[in-house]
């Protein structure tokens, strides 16, 4: 049996005729291995750079030819040298030095499957392996061990070597030039992207432009459109209230198509226009005290005339504990409308059901449930979708705008709240409204805490730090403190400790928004409130690159009020009651 990592042959190097027998003794054990002729003339010819480096550079030595496990069979030889070593190995591999001295040492470990060398003072140690073929058969250490029968020319074993380190040096110049191509068509690749993404950056201007356009002609005509319906309507009822005379049965039909096809279209008008204004931001929330039971006779009252002649029965469930809301009436009711005159709408038989319950985190949940026809899974998500609206036998005999969701999630929103949808096809639809007990701009902005006396002032602009100088020095007990940059800023608001800070955006070096970023990432500056100050447009764009909250001020429109406000925003914000500015 063969004795793994125990030598089958040792052979001494002196002189260059030993470099030919150690490459003779290699190939002869590896063909008896049944490696083939190519692995062979590889880890041969590996073999020969390294025995010819011990006896050129390290005095001699000998080379020990032995079989591995690792983990599979491996022929592999040992070479040692007496030489004072390698005084940077990593240089002769790795670095600068490969290209000279380290080359035999590079194409050795390039031709096999296994490169160990360790080198110190007093000699040079180089293991050199190929794998042997899978399932290979050994031979017995004896028929190993034996010498070829006949000894290999030198100079035929000098061609071999050097067309094998033609052909290695043939595949890594292939290798590099296939290595170069890539290159080339990732820069192009490159190019492309980075193209590509500008002409997105355009295109998402020119979007956000056009939805600005659409959003003021919605709203620019829709307010055309409300004069001549509102007068359609108004003559509509003049005409019916027979102001002017009688009408005939067949008049009086047509007159009520007129008002109700005008009424209907002024509905879509409304709903148009309060999603434009939505998205331009023009929407004021007004909270005020709000009593759940008052909403709700309101909503029994405003549904009742529908009710008449209908075998659906309309439930509103007065809760146990009911809630005291302060929020804005007006979007609230808007909402649950639109929820209960889908809910009608498509439910032939049955009930709708309206609830409300108090949860946790100053939350409450009103609820809207049928037992009509229901939604698909598939359908969910588009009913929230303008203009979306789901096909059914229900749907073509009650025609709508497709708005009312949408328009109703939107609001949702702007109370700070969500608006969901759970349903199984032919068993009804549930609708479900959370929105805080308290909206965010109805919650007291507290004044500057005991002990307020420092505000930073982070600013480039020399007029406008003398301004907001001016501002803060004009209440009692305030001082401001000025950095002229966003380093000097950051490095104030570390060591002094301000009690709140204004924030300029637009500023050379480090910029506001880096510096936010830095300010919120620093436990020590964590918790003092910010307030940014800018001349940029004060727009959705902007506050979309801010944390969600952080009060803004237009420096074209700055004053002690704004600025007293903005900063009891951020003590509010400081002291967790976290008023939203969106």
């Known amino acids: 049996?063969?004795?793994?990592?125990?030598?089958?042959?040792?052979?001494?190097?002196?002189?260059?005729?030993?470099?030919?027998?150690?490459?003779?003794?290699?190939?002869?054990?590896?063909?008896?291995?049944?490696?083939?002729?190519?692995?062979?003339?590889?880890?041969?010819?590996?073999?020969?750079?390294?025995?010819?480096?011990?006896?050129?550079?390290?005095?001699?030595?000998?080379?020990?030819?032995?079989?591995?496990?690792?983990?599979?069979?491996?022929?592999?030889?040992?070479?040692?040298?007496?030489?004072?070593?390698?005084?940077?190995?990593?240089?002769?591999?790795?670095?600068?030095?490969?290209?000279?001295?380290?080359?035999?040492?590079?194409?050795?470990?390039?031709?096999?499957?296994?490169?160990?060398?360790?080198?110190?003072?007093?000699?040079?140690?180089?293991?050199?392996?190929?794998?042997?073929?899978?399932?290979?058969?050994?031979?017995?250490?004896?028929?190993?061990?034996?010498?070829?029968?006949?000894?290999?020319?030198?100079?035929?074993?000098?061609?071999?070597?050097?067309?094998?380190?033609?052909?290695?040096?043939?595949?890594?110049?292939?290798?590099?030039?296939?290595?170069?191509r890539l290159n080339r068509e990732l820069e192009d690749t490159n190019r492309g992207v980075v193209a590509l993404y500008a002409e997105l950056d355009e295109k998402a201007r020119e979007l956000g432009e056009a939805s600005e356009l659409k959003s003021r002609f919605i709203s620019n005509m829709s307010h055309e459109f409300r004069t001549p319906l509102n007068s359609i309507l108004a003559l509509s009822r003049l005409l019916l209230d027979r102001t002017d005379g009688e009408l005939s049965a067949e008049q009086e039909k047509q007159v009520l198509f007129i008002r109700q096809s005008a009424g209907s279209l002024l509905d879509l008008v409304n709903d148009l226009l309060d999603l434009a204004k939505i998205e331009a931001g023009k929407v004021e929330i007004r909270p005020a005290s709000l009593r759940v039971g008052d909403l709700f006779a309101g909503l029994r009252g405003m549904f009742k005339p529908l009710q008449a002649n209908r075998s659906v029965e309309l439930v509103f469930e007065p809760p146990a504990d009911p809630p005291d809301l302060v929020t804005d009436e007006t979007k609230l009711t808007q909402i649950l409308r639109n929820l209960i005159g889908n809910a009608l709408k498509f439910t032939e038989t049955g009930e709708v059901r309206v609830s409300v319950a108090a949860l946790e985190e100053d939350r409450v949940a009103f609820t809207v449930s049928d037992t009509g026809i229901g939604i698909a899974p598939v359908d969910q998500g588009r009913i929230f979708e303008p203009f979306e609206q789901v096909e059914s036998s229900l749907q073509a005999r009650n025609k709508g705008t497709g708005l009312g969701l949408p328009l109703s999630r939107r609001l949702a929103e702007l109370l700070g709240g969500t608006l969901t949808v759970s349903s199984t096809p032919g068993a009804g639809a549930s609708f479900r409204l959370v929105i805080p007990l308290r909206h965010a701009a109805a919650l007291p902005a507290p004044g500057p805490r005991a002990g307020w006396r420092r505000v930073l002032v982070i600013d480039d602009e020399d007029a406008a730090r003398y301004v907001l100088r001016r501002l803060i020095g004009a209440e009692p007990g305030w001082e401001a403190i000025e950095a002229a940059d966003g380093l000097s800023g950051l490095q104030q608001a570390r060591e002094l400790q301000p009690d709140a800070i204004l924030l300029d955006l637009n500023m050379p070096g480090l910029d506001g928004f880096s510096l936010l970023r830095a300010l919120t990432a620093d436990p020590a500056t964590r918790a003092v409130p910010v307030v940014v100050c800018t001349s940029l447009p004060v727009d959705g764009a902007l506050r979309a690159r801010l944390p969600r909250g952080v009060p803004v001020l237009s420096k074209s429109v700055l004053d002690r009020a704004s600025l007293c406000e903005a900063l009891h925003l951020a003590a509010a914000m400081e002291a967790g009651a976290c008023p939203t500015t969106d």
Do not use: C
Request: overall charge negative; hydrophobic content about 45%.
């Open 1 to 180: 049996m063969i004795e793994m990592d125990r030598p089958l042959v040792t052979l001494a190097l002196a002189q260059e005729p030993d470099v030919v027998a150690v490459r003779q003794r290699v190939r002869h054990v590896a063909a008896r291995l049944g490696m083939d002729p190519q692995d062979q003339t590889r880890l041969a010819t590996a073999v020969s750079e390294i025995a010819r480096n011990a006896i050129v550079h390290g005095g001699g030595g000998r080379a020990e030819i032995l079989l591995l496990q690792d983990p599979q069979p491996m022929l592999a030889v040992r070479i040692a040298d007496q030489g004072p070593g390698i005084a940077d190995l990593d240089a002769a591999l790795y670095g600068a030095d490969r290209w000279r001295a380290g080359m035999g040492l590079l194409g050795a470990r390039r031709l096999t499957d296994r490169f160990i060398i360790e080198s110190r003072p007093g000699g040079t140690v180089v293991l050199l392996g190929k794998a042997l073929p899978p399932g290979t058969a050994l031979p017995s250490a004896g028929a190993l061990a034996a010498p070829p029968a006949s000894r290999e020319d030198p100079a035929l074993a000098l061609r071999e070597a050097n067309g094998e380190l033609l052909r290695t040096l043939s595949a890594l110049q292939a290798r590099q030039e296939d290595l170069d």
